[in-house]
């Protein structure tokens, strides 16, 4: 409401509105810090199923005793 007096005084003052402060809080922090964790989560799935298949597979005592 005091812009002119605010900018004359060379006040900075962040609105002080708490819906808007809520959401700048929750799209400049929050939604990114939940996609970053989704994508880790499925990252961190897909290390792991490669890492899985990547493994010898045990082989069975039965069919070298064949060989």
Known sequence: PDYLQRI???KCMVSQ?????????????YVPLMVILALY???YQ???KRIHR???????AAVNNNQ
């Open 8 to 10: 004359e005084q060379q």
């Open 46 to 48: 897909t290390a792991r």
């Open 54 to 60: 990547r493994r010898p597979r045990p082989v069975d």
């Open 17 to 29: 509105d708490v819906s808007y402060q809520v959401f700048a809080t929750c799209c400049t922090f």
């Open 41 to 43: 989560w499925k990252i």
